[in-house]
């Protein structure tokens, strides 16, 4: 698996196993598509980040406008009526998380003045969530009911490895059983959280190194499906570490960003990435169109549930 030339070559020998794939959708170069959920009747809801908006994507492709806000938006989460959940910053630079209807409207329900970058969001309990901070090197938890935010863990496992390097630390973050799993993107790092029956946090552990991951998701079966960001690539890593690359750039996912499962019954074995096409690292031949790809893995999709 070839890598660009000034990227550490973490991959060089990682086996390729090319997933079908097909090009949902394509925005303009320069769109940075961030994170994605995905709702039981097949319609994406994509947070394109740099300009704030909620997108709303068919699985046929057809896509529209949800809602836009005056800041950015990063992470994204349903909660149980059907609402969603989004992490980002406001138009004067403050982290909040806000919360969307399907209808359109939006709400922001909480300030975070301490947090640096909100991140990816997933749902701890039925009405708590918990968001990764890339730069403060923590997890914020958040009571959708109460609005009261904390810090559920801060650690250095989850810091950067210094204050001055651009590449977020704590990125994608999802509960599997009774552990998180947070990737530190900055470190190479995918770590392993167990929870306790009190939904605390335990110590953190690393559970594979090095491995650039910025989101993911988990099949039934514990194998982990992640975007690489800038290894412009999606891999299967199988609970025993195995990793293997499923689709490259030529696949379309260059800038891979996140990554959900299909919720349909139809859609079950099949996964959507988001891709910036190459905006924080661009190809030789410069950023290219965002992409939605939908991978068949073979294998259904396992999400906490929050209903």
């Known amino acids: 698996m070839s890598q660009d030339a000034g990227l550490p070559p973490i991959y060089a020998d990682t086996p390729v196993e090319l997933a079908p794939h097909e090009i949902v959708t394509s925005f ?111 997890i914020w938890q958040f009571d959708r009911i109460t609005r009261q935010v904390s810090i559920w863990l801060e650690h250095p496992l989850l810091a950067r490895s210094s204050p001055d390097n651009p590449f977020p630390a704590a990125n994608g973050i999802k509960r599997f059983g009774n552990s998180l799993y947070v990737s530190n993107t900055e470190k190479m790092l995918l770590l392993k959280i167990p929870i306790s029956g009190d939904e605390r946090a335990g110590e953190p552990a690393i559970l594979i190194a090095p491995t650039n991951i910025d989101d993911f998701a988990f099949d039934t079966e514990g194998n982990l499906y992640a975007a690489t960001h800038i290894y412009n690539s999606v891999l299967r890593i199988e609970p025993d570490g195995k990793t293997t690359a499923i689709a490259l750039a030529e696949q379309g996912v260059i800038g891979s960003t996140a990554v959900a499962f299909g919720r349909r019954p139809s859609d079950a074995t099949n996964i959507y990435v988001t891709t910036n096409g190459g905006m924080f690292l661009p190809p030789a031949g410069g950023v290219v169109p965002a992409n939605v790809v939908r991978l068949e893995v073979g294998k259904p999709g396992y999400s906490f549930s929050v209903a």
Not at 89 to 98: C, E, K, R, Y
């Open 28 to 138: 303009p170069a320069n769109t940075f598509l961030e994170n994605l959920a995905i709702a039981s009747n097949g319609t994406l809801f994509v947070t394109n980040h740099e300009v704030g908006q909620i997108l709303q994507i068919a699985p046929e492709g057809d896509s529209s406008v949800l809602a836009s806000t005056d800041g950015k938006v990063t992470g994204i989460a349903f909660a149980p009526d059907g609402s969603l959940i989004l992490t980002g910053w406001n138009a004067q630079g403050l982290s909040i998380i806000l919360c969307a209807t399907l209808e359109g409207a939006v709400e922001q329900v909480a300030t975070l003045p301490d947090a640096l970058f909100l991140n990816g969001i997933t749902p701890l309990t039925r009405d708590r969530y918990v968001a990764a901070d890339s730069y403060r090197g923590c």
